[in-house]
């Protein structure tokens, strides 16, 4: 098939030589959480029904959280969350008017990433240390 376009501009396909913005990592990131905390609840929610089934499916619920494996989807599950509603916040404040020019957007998504990566050791201190 022929193309009947005049554009002669290359087309660059391969990701890995695109070199984005730090904002459209955050934007990303933001979209990825979001998928990411939606399959991630049918994991708590089937938690939850199975801790409130009976007082044996409860301990068995605890004894499974209490595993490296599952402490480490805990704390993954945490800090996915605490992402995506950092990034949220910030896209609340740019749709406040505050931070919509690209240096803004730079500035916020940096913030936004220095806080998540601070708030996901916490939460690894938190998780890990409570037993």
Do not use: C
């Amino acid at each position: 098939m022929r193309s009947t376009s005049k554009d002669t501009r290359p087309v660059n396909l391969d990701i890995g030589t695109i070199s984005l913005p730090v904002t459209a990592y955050a934007s990303i990131t933001h979209r990825v959480t979001g998928v990411v905390m939606f399959f991630a609840s049918f994991l708590m929610l089937w938690a939850l029904d199975m801790s409130l089934a009976s007082e044996a499916s409860f301990n068995n619920v605890a004894a499974i959280l209490g595993s490296p494996l599952a402490r480490f989807i805990s704390w993954g599950i945490a800090s996915v969350l605490t992402y995506h509603a950092l990034a949220g916040i910030k896209h609340l404040i740019m749709d406040a008017g505050v931070g919509e020019t690209m240096r803004g957007g730079v500035i916020g998504a940096r913030i936004v990433f220095t806080l998540a990566i601070g708030a996901a050791a916490i939460w690894g201190v938190l998780i890990w240390r409570l037993q």
